[in-house]
């Protein structure tokens, strides 16, 4: 059966409410309560005296009304004796100072004395508490981005890392092409975190600053591995994941995720929609994305349960529908998990207005009463975990384009989180499931592969698209694809798009970075759409025009071609569109290579599928404020806001 937790602060709140709390929980159906993820403060308020006597009976009381616990590490947050007695704990920020403490979140991942303090705080809930019957998994940490800290300890490490990976200052001289601007490193100790906060990161050697978020990334991972270490030592089968989320710094999350058992994230979907109806669908990729990270079902660590509120002026109120429907969207992209944040509303400390179920009150309401809907929904589909979404399409992601692009910007407004997003929104749109993958996954069994912006090649990469398209599969593949080698340096001698240039059987005359203003495309339909950003000027070398320019010196010249490779396809788009023209290139993409589609859909309406043994599951969620109504094989579906349907095989709608 689908999870349903709640996340719960007993730390927050009088003894004499727990017993309440969770007998109430217990009754709306809840099966586990994620607890503790900051409470280093209380289970060692002096340095070296551990209290857990206090969560001992929270986990107790939990156990007894037959629910089991998700433990989370404190070590997001550490006490203020940890930061004022050590302050080489403390994680420094792009200026070079030390955070002030205060708030949550500046312990450095890498220092050795945090590192110390850390681990033995996860020791000692791991002696105590790993291997127990009541609980249910680990949470490690809480929200980790990629390590972007500037202090001493992180200095060292990063040239250690160079060391490491380069063996001679030669050798990374050579790599990072530093004769530019004399950039020659002549010794280890020159070399530091490049964050200056007075320039843009474009100000710096892109091949340094690639190296330099490569190793930001892989210190969270081993700062993951560190804390699972631990764990495991005390309970080889503990379940461990930890709650990502998308904030500024990403860290490589396949990496980070690898030696945890299952993915999670925190799902906060837009409580106020965008006006723009293009923007719809932007939490469907977030979750389709949290599932590529282990290519399996995930969970929801802290799933919308109120209108949000700390960092920002109080949202609105949840439309009603809004807290089933999202959670049920979560579910359609593969979460078998749900805890939501949190119980109730803290009445202290800087979330006081971050509202969880209960308000301040106390008292039931709407929001309590959606909870208890959903649990009573999801009880009544008992095989549901039992079941995944199969994708006939398939879309790369790699860590390395999101950091070799973040930190040299192509065009203004051009990113690889839009690229794919683009041609997410258009699957979803169109009804289909999609599995985002890490680069150099198995491509067997998918009949498209998208390759939203390959910007640092990687020679696997173009071997699979090649072999993939060969044997009959569509590659769709999309401008900026080819430019870089794996140092994160342009290549000397080649046409874009590079290694793809034989795949695609095109290749980039000139292009033309144009920003913010639109110009506009026609397909060989004849249909006309706006485009922004990039064009690339593209000669045939095999392919054929899917589209052409309709203006500037390059009018009529092909935008977007269509080359036939083997038994398959490759489409290479040398420009971003609008989202209606990716709809009607994947329309005909998908038709081509007969992949399961739903054409009649109206904009905000996602349709997603859940299969196993026992059957399929189709989950229809209008993510809208709008009723929708529409047709699919001569059934009216109509959809209140926010709702979800979702139908077993080809009958019953639960
Ligand atoms: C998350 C965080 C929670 C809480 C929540 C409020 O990012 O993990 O602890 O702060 O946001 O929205």
């Not at 809930?125 to 809480?142: H, I, M, S, T």
């Not at 052409?548 to 290479?572: D, L």
Request: some cysteine.
């Amino acid at each position: 059966m689908i999870k349903i937790g709640i996340d719960y602060y007993p730390e927050h709140w009088d003894k004499s409410m727990w017993q309440e709390d969770i007998r109430q929980m217990a009754a709306l159906g809840i099966h586990t309560v994620r607890i503790a993820e900051f409470a280093w403060g209380r289970m060692e308020p002096e340095e070296g005296r551990f209290d857990f006597g206090w969560l001992d009976e929270a986990v107790d009381m939990i156990a007894r009304a037959g629910m089991k616990v998700i433990l989370g590490t404190p070590t997001n947050s550490g006490p203020v004796w940890l930061y004022t007695d050590h302050p080489d704990t403390l994680q420094w920020d792009r200026t070079g100072k030390p955070t002030d403490f205060g708030i949550r979140g500046h312990r450095c991942l890498v220092s050795p004395t945090f590192r110390r303090y850390a681990g033995r705080i996860v020791e000692e809930l791991a002696k105590r508490y790993a291997g127990r019957p009541e609980v249910f998994a680990w949470q490690l940490d809480n929200e980790m981005e990629s390590n972007h800290c500037t202090c001493p300890a992180c200095t060292r490490a990063f040239r250690d890392y160079l060391q490491k990976k380069y063996g001679t200052l030669e050798r990374l001289n050579r790599a990072w092409g530093s004769d530019v601007w004399s950039g020659q490193i002549s010794h280890w100790d020159q070399i530091k975190p490049l964050l200056s906060p007075d320039c843009s990161p474009n100000w710096f050697n892109p091949a340094y600053m690639l190296d330099y978020e490569r190793f930001c990334a892989a210190s969270t991972a081993d700062y993951v591995r560190f804390q699972c270490g631990i764990i495991r030592r005390y309970d080889p089968e503990a379940v461990i994941t930890t709650n990502s989320c998308f904030g500024a710094n990403l860290p490589d999350f396949h990496q980070e995720f690898a030696p945890l058992n299952v993915a999670a994230y925190d799902n906060y979907p837009p409580l106020v929609l965008p006006k723009d109806p293009e923007a719809l669908y932007s939490n469907a990729f977030a979750l389709d994305f949290i599932r590529s990270f282990k290519q399996r079902n995930f969970w929801i660590l802290e799933q919308l349960g109120g209108p949000m509120g700390c960092w920002s002026p109080i949202t609105p109120a949840m439309e009603p529908g809004m807290l089933e429907g999202y959670a049920l969207q979560a579910v359609a992209h593969g979460a078998d998990l749900l805890s939501f944040f949190r119980w109730r509303t803290s009445i202290s400390g800087a979330e006081m207005f971050c509202h969880g179920i209960l308000d301040h009150s106390n008292q039931p309401n709407r929001r309590l009463r959606e909870l208890a809907h959903l649990c009573r929904r999801l009880e009544a589909i008992p095989d549901l975990d039992q079941t995944t979404l199969n994708s006939q399409v398939a879309m790369l992601y790699s860590a390395e384009q999101e950091f070799a692009l973040k930190n040299s910007t192509q065009s203004k407004g051009f990113a690889y989180w839009t690229q794919m997003r683009l041609l997410h929104d258009a699957c979803m749109n169109l009804g289909v499931n999609v599995d985002i993958l890490p680069e150099g996954h198995s491509l067997d069994g998918y009949k498209v592969v998208l390759i939203p912006t390959h910007f640092i090649t990687n020679p696997e990469v173009v071997r699979q698209a090649e072999a993939f398209a060969a044997a009959g599969g569509t590659v769709v593949l999309t401008n900026r694809s080819g430019v870089k080698d794996q140092n994160g340096n342009c290549i000397l001698g080649q046409s874009l798009p590079g290694a793809f240039r034989t795949l695609c059987g095109c290749s980039v005359q000139e292009y033309d970075a144009i920003g913010e203003a639109n110009q506009r495309l026609r397909t060989i339909h004849g249909e006309t759409h706006s485009i922004t950003s990039w064009c690339d000027i593209l000669e045939l070398e095999g392919a054929k025009a899917w589209a052409t320019y309709e203006g500037r010196f390059y009018q009529g010249s092909p935008a977007i071609t269509r080359n036939r490779y083997g038994k398959g396809y490759a489409y290479y788009l040398g420009t971003v569109g609008e989202k209606g023209l990716y709809r009607t290139l994947l329309t005909e993409v998908f038709r081509e290579q007969g992949v399961d589609m739903l054409e009649m859909l109206p904009q905000g309406v996602e349709v997603t599928a859940r299969s196993g043994s026992g059957g399929t599951y189709r989950f229809y969620f209008n993510n809208t404020t709008a009723r929708k109504i529409f047709r699919i094989n001569g059934e009216s579906i109509a959809l209140a806001p926010f709702e979800m349907k979702i139908k077993q095989g080809e009958g019953q709608w639960l």
